[in-house]
Nanobody, 121 residues
Framework: QVQLVESGGGLVQPGGSLRLSCAASGSILSIPAMGWYRQAPGKQRELVARITSGGTTNYADSVKGRFTISRDNAKNTVHLQMNSLKPEDTAVYYC???????????????WGQGTPVTVSS
């Protein structure tokens, strides 16, 4: 069984910063890619940032220059440093990982439970 557990969401004022973390656990052989998505009320879930095991990153245009994604391959964790937060960044943030299972060797996509981020004065 594979599990993703997120932490770090909360309430922050515009211009502030937050750091989200996500830890994967279970029968994991490898994690080719990890990322963060978000879903605001009434909107579709969208990609925020993604990072491969080799360190290649991509970001949504709306967060470029403000958010930084990083990962620790040894600890199966991914982080999202969010700076200069804006009210439009308010959403539930979800961790996602493509994980290759240790026993079956299958690669599946897994989601965390979501952590809310609210940017408001």
């Amino acid at each position: 069984q594979v599990q993703l557990v997120e932490s770090g969401g909360g309430l922050v004022q515009p211009g502030g910063s937050l750091r989200l973390s996500c830890a994967a656990s279970g029968s994991i052989l490898s994690i080719p890619a990890m990322g963060w998505y978000r879903q605001a009320p009434g909107k579709q879930r969208e990609l925020v940032a993604r990072i491969t095991s080799g360190g290649t990153t991509n970001y949504a245009d709306s967060v470029k220059g403000r958010f930084t994604i990083s990962r620790d391959n040894a600890k199966n964790t991914v982080h999202l440093q969010m700076n200069s937060l804006k009210p439009e960044d308010t959403a539930v943030y979800y961790c996602n990982a493509n994980i290759r299972h240790f026993f079956t060797l299958e690669t599946n996509s897994y989601w965390g439970q979501g952590t809310p981020v609210t940017v408001s004065s």
